[in-house]
């Protein structure tokens, strides 16, 4: 029965990762669309980031494969070649000048309500437990209420932005208080893998974070879910600075 759990558990990652890849690239040409471009240009564009993003999904599946990332005598190099260039990489796109005509044309109810993934995030991360491969900690049994930012995105998607609603300051209390909970889970993950950092000593550890397929939740799906934060954050202070330019120019013609 432990053997089930982990064999669902992992299957669970890779076809929950391929997904929210999946959504994803219907999300980034979707939104080329709405920016105007032609479809022409946007199908182009789309490819690109669909073949960033598929090299990086097959990046990460031979750093785990090869038994790299979950190589903890050399820590932390064998888990930063994973962790920061999607870091990085959202940070630039999320502040660049030339992505802000982008991320302020994401569909901001959309933004929210891919959250939900992480509601089988979690269910798996508990499968993991059961199969006695992770510590307890690290479910909602445990220290990760993570779960919480899952349930809570369709019904803040409806609450901020259904019907003719568009409240972006509830928005920006969600995304901080989900920002909140998955650093929690995070720093409860570093804390707990076999490295001279480890605080949490409860058998197993965490240590199967860094094998194939588990590992592309560190590598994919907590990237996705800062990057939906980061870029619902980006686009309301986005326009909020176009409301105040707005404002500040009737008041100068009237």
């Known amino acids: ?10 299957a669970g990652f890779a076809i929950l990762t391929l997904l929210c890849l999946l959504l994803s690239i219907v999300g980034v040409h979707r939104t080329f669309l709405r920016m105007g471009l032609s479809p022409e240009t946007a199908a182009k564009r789309t490819r690109t980031v669909a073949a960033l ?16 990332m979950a190589n903890f005598s050399v820590a ?21 000048g030339g992505t802000q005509r982008f991320i302020r044309h994401l569909p901001a109810k959309g933004l929210l309500n891919l959250q939900a993934f992480r509601i089988p995030v979690e269910v798996f991360l508990w499968w993991l437990f059961l199969a006695q491969a992770l510590p307890e900690r690290m479910t909602f049994e445990g220290q990760n ?5 899952g349930i809570a995105g369709p019904v803040f998607a409806l609450l901020c932005y259904g ?17 909140a909970l998955l650093l929690n889970i995070v720093a409860t993950g570093m804390l707990s ?16 974070m ?4 588990v590992m592309f939740l560190p590598t994919f799906l907590v990237p996705l ?17 176009e409301a105040r330019v707005h404002q500040k120019q009737r008041t100068v013609t009237a």
């Open 1 to 10: 029965m432990k053997a089930d759990y982990l064999t669902q558990a992992q």
């Open 53 to 68: 993003l598929v090299g990086w999904l097959a990046f990460t599946s031979i750093l785990a494969w090869s038994g790299f």
């Open 76 to 96: 932390p190099l064998n888990m930063m070649p994973a962790l920061l260039p999607p870091l990085v990489v959202v940070l630039v796109v999320t502040f660049h």
């Open 145 to 149: 209420w993570d779960v919480l930012s």
């Open 163 to 179: 019907g003719t609603r568009y409240n972006q300051k509830l928005a920006t209390f969600y995304n901080l208080a989900g920002l």
């Open 193 to 208: 893998l076999p490295t001279p950092f480890r605080v949490f000593f409860e058998a197993p550890g965490s240590g199967i």
């Open 210 to 213: 860094a094998t194939f397929p």
């Open 225 to 241: 879910a800062y990057t939906l934060h980061f870029f619902s954050l980006r686009k309301a202070a986005l326009e909020r600075k």
